[in-house]
């Protein structure tokens, strides 16, 4: 049989083993007691030696997965809850097969989706099956598992195979059956028993929208790198006694969720609850009508705490309680999970699962050590699964084909796995509507087609909605407005100007299919940029962005007028004008994901409590508020680590359907907001993959000029070749710090100059240094610094020191003390 990995040899010496597989006749014996318990006895001999053969098979092939107990016992529940399979005849009439034709069927597909390539292991795993279950048609299994599924009304069909889908009937409508990449996910779905566990892993797009349609008002998680077990499971916080009260009432009302009648009205109960007789007998009345069986426990302890009035150990006005984590919380409420990034965090967190990925899921809370929700001798959830219940608990985790392979094999055999092929073209063109030219183009992945299908969508709106415009705008006219947008062509106005303009009450670019309604009283070419080629193509994609409401990126070296742009283009929009709901992040490699989308702290509720709760952050607040828009502009997006990125995908993700995820990793739906990452190095490819991207060079040499000349025009008359370094940020500095060196004028060009003259001359020139009598000043050149030196044996000492210094040493001298006139940061290479 099939295990974990060998131990190391420095245990197996202070350890006794047991033989692992087990003999022939110990696995067939284990296998009967299996199949005895779920009622399948007559499939024991068949599964006994597809067990052996797969496991035989595996020996000589690594593409294939053999099979533990583990796979044993859930194939038996498969089998036994998943929906009936028909079979199509001859007649062209289905029928429902009996039990061994369908067992027969539940092991091929398991088997094959258990592979980590199933499509290369198609035909050892068809021949594998038929020769346990005694079927001789290989070529037969091989076409069943190569055929395309396609829906039909209720049920999905594969082949000659058909089952009741799982998939939402409604959502069904907005699929195209052409898409057989996602018909086929669907029909592995649907042979899975519906409280299972799924893994679906796959780069393509649908994996949320499966999950989200194969169940029934599902949660959400998104899991990250810095994910922690007290944020999943729960920690013990610390309350006011009368917050305490609250707490376990509000443990109480989550459990009703499942139960339509009962919720509302605890509702109000709970709201205007107070301690006497009266209301104790009526919660006692509410817990009795709680059918949920797993939670009875749960339930009458916390009911007996209200009833008593005895809170834990106090600490002054405080008591310790337990908060349930996310996935406690959910389990409390009955409800199904989705669980994105399932990989991510430590494999100390991701083992918390194991319990509750069990074929017999159970959750033992030894995080509650103040016994809040489970009693002090009895810690442990067992999770009986209603097959047949509105509400069910369940676990459907996602992860990217990249990340699978960090998942341990001993964590992949407690799922179901799914894996999703990539689009073909067809299904593409299907998605987008796009034709060939792009679809076909591998530099146009999935997600790039859909952000142009996006703009495509967004500019017949403007037509549409704002201009009120008739005129059909032809689709390759769209297809290159579209592809354009995503590229990197240059805009055509004239140099020098703004790109952007006021036009019949609009805010419009050189583009006649972008606009966006304009602030009033704002005039466009009332700014000091300097708009270059390069800074003109930059400054009308942020406006193309703004307008078409799709994230942006934009990479580039400092001192290129990035953020000045997105603070440009920003101030000429009615919704971000004045720095209305306009939010600026400044990150760092210390950044945590707690600082931009808030912490657990001590607040105060509305009755003066302080409790121990979320704290949201302002960007959280503008990334979810939806009554009015707001602009998120993140400086640094190059200095994200990896938990960041994790966070902040969901913010550059152009699906408003998408939700963005507090720290405690509860999900909240997107408000309305605009968001401009900025970066001066690479970004992550998760945060490009769904937003415009917009590489920003340097720039070049008659681009500088014109950038220098403009701001050393009004402090300056130093002409600009002087100045050696490309960088505008730099020739800023320098007439900045000139300017405050009115009495030395010409102190930084000599400097520079004779910087210049010395590295065309391969040597440095010496800096005169002399020695003011009277011990309080020193003069270097035309510096003349102020010193606290009166005696004069010391500052001769001082001068002979100064002029032994090497050139190279007498000009960094020289600079520093400049610089002690006025303190500004220096570089010293």
């Known amino acids: ?53 797969i496991n035989k098979k595996f020996q000589e092939d690594d593409k294939i997965r053999p099979w533990s107990f583990r796979e044993v016992r859930r194939f038996c529940r498969r089998v036994k809850n998943s929906e009936p399979i028909e079979f199509l005849q001859s007649n062209d009439e289905l029928n429902k097969i009996s039990i061994a034709p369908s067992a027969m069927m539940h092991a091929l597909f398991m088997s094959w989706m258990m592979c980590p390539d199933p499509e290369k292991s198609t035909k050892t795993i068809c021949q594998v099956v038929g020769e346990s279950f005694g079927y001789t048609d290989i070529d037969n299994l091989v076409q069943i598992l190569s055929a395309d599924a396609v829906p039909q009304d209720n049920y999905v069909i594969k082949g000659i195979l058909r089952i009741r889908s799982v998939f939402n009937i409604e959502n069904s409508k907005r699929v195209p059956k052409s898409i057989s990449s996602f018909w086929n996910a669907v029909f592995l779905a649907s042979l899975v028993p519906p409280t299972d566990p799924l893994l679906i892993v796959g780069e393509s797009s649908f994996k949320t929208f499966l999950a989200n349609s194969i169940t029934v008002a599902p949660s959400q998680v998104t899991l990250g790198s810095e994910t922690t077990t007290a944020s999943l499971i729960g920690q013990v916080s610390y309350v006011r006694q009368q917050t305490y009260e609250r707490i376990l009432l509000d443990l109480l009302h989550t459990i009703m969720i499942s139960n339509e009648k009962l919720y509302p009205k605890f509702t109000d109960f709970k709201k205007n609850f107070v301690r006497n007789k009266e209301n104790l007998d009526k919660l006692v009345e509410f817990t009795k009508q709680i059918d949920v069986p797993y939670l009875k426990k749960s339930v009458d302890y916390i009911t007996k705490q209200l009833i008593a009035d005895i809170p834990n150990t106090a600490i002054g006005d405080y008591t310790t309680v337990f908060k349930p984590g996310l996935i406690t919380h959910y389990l409390f409420r009955q409800s199904p999970i989705i669980i994105k990034n399932f990989s991510k965090p430590p494999t100390s967190v991701i083992e918390r699962f194991n319990e509750l990925l069990s074929i017999e899921p159970e959750l033992t809370l030894t995080e509650d050590y103040t016994n809040t929700i489970t009693p002090e001798n009895d810690k442990t959830i067992k999770i009986n699964l209603d097959q047949n219940s509105k509400y069910r608990f369940r676990i459907i985790a996602l992860s990217s084909l990249n990340d699978f392979n960090r998942i341990s094999e001993a964590m992949k055999s407690r799922f179901n796995i799914i894996s999703i092929k990539p689009y073909t073209v067809a299904e593409k063109k299907t998605i987008t509507g796009l034709s060939d030219k792009y679809a076909k183009d591998p530099k146009f992945h999935i997600h790039k087609l859909i952000l142009m299908k996006s703009i495509i969508d967004q500019i017949q709106a403007i037509q549409t ?28 106005c004239e140099e020098f100007k703004t790109p952007l303009k006021i036009d019949d009450g609009y805010l419009k670019s050189d583009n006649p299919y972008i606009l966006s309604y304009s602030a009033p009283s704002v005039d466009p070419t009332n700014s000091n940029i300097v708009f270059t080629k390069t800074t003109q193509t930059l400054c009308v994609k942020i406006f193309t962005a703004l307008s078409l409401d799709i994230p942006i990126i934009i990479q580039g070296p400092t001192g290129t007028c990035k953020s000045m742009l997105a603070d440009y283009v920003a101030s000429l929009m009615k919704d971000f004008a004045n720095n209305s709901h306009v939010i600026k992040i400044q990150l760092s490699r210390s950044t945590t994901v707690e600082d931009l989308f808030g912490r657990n702290s001590i607040k105060v509720d509305i009755n003066g409590n302080k409790i ?14 939806s009554n009015h828009r ?5 400086e640094e997006l190059n200095l994200a680590s990896p938990s960041l990125i994790d966070a902040l995908t969901s913010l550059f993700d152009n699906n408003p359907e998408s939700k963005i995820m507090r720290t405690n990793g509860e999900s909240e739906k997107k408000g ?63 007439s900045q710090l000139e300017y405050h060196f009115k009495n030395l004028k010409n102190l930084l060009q000599e400097i520079t100059f004779k910087d210049r003259k010395n590295q065309q001359n391969q040597e440095w020139s010496k800096i005169d240094i002399s020695y003011a009598p009277g011990g309080s000043t020193l003069k270097v050149g035309d510096l003349i610094v102020q010193v606290p030196i009166k005696n004069a044996n010391l500052a001769l000492n001082l001068q002979e020191k100064l002029v032994t210094l090497t050139p190279s040493e007498q000009k960094l001298f020289y600079c520093l003390a400049a610089n002690k006139l006025k303190r500004y940061p220096l570089i010293v290479t």
């Open 1 to 53: 049989m099939f295990g974990r990995k060998p131990l190391p040899q420095v245990l197996l010496k202070r350890v006794v083993c047991f033989d692992y597989p087990f003999p022939i006749n110990s696995i067939k014996a284990v296998i009967k007691l299996i199949t005895s318990e779920y009622n399948l006895p007559l499939l024991t001999n068949a599964l006994t030696d597809f067990v052996i053969n």
């Open 465 to 492: 909605k704002i201009l009120n415009s008739s005129e059909e705008i032809s689709k390759e006219k769209l297809e290159v407005q579209a592809a354009k947008i995503l590229g990197t062509e240059n805009n055509q």
């Open 612 to 625: 121990f709760d979320y704290i949201p952050t302002e960007l959280f607040k503008a990334a979810s508020e």
């Open 630 to 634: 707001s602009l998120i502009i993140i």
């Open 672 to 734: 309305r907001f605009s968001i401009i990452g900025i970066a001066s190095g690479n970004v992550s490819p998760a945060l490009k993959k769904s937003a415009i991207f917009f590489r920003r060079d340097e720039y070049d040499s008659n681009e500088m000029r014109a950038v220098c000349e403009s701001i050393l025009k009004n402090t300056s008359e130093i002409p600009v070749n002087y100045f050696e370094m490309n960088i505008a940020r730099n020739c800023q500095m320098y």
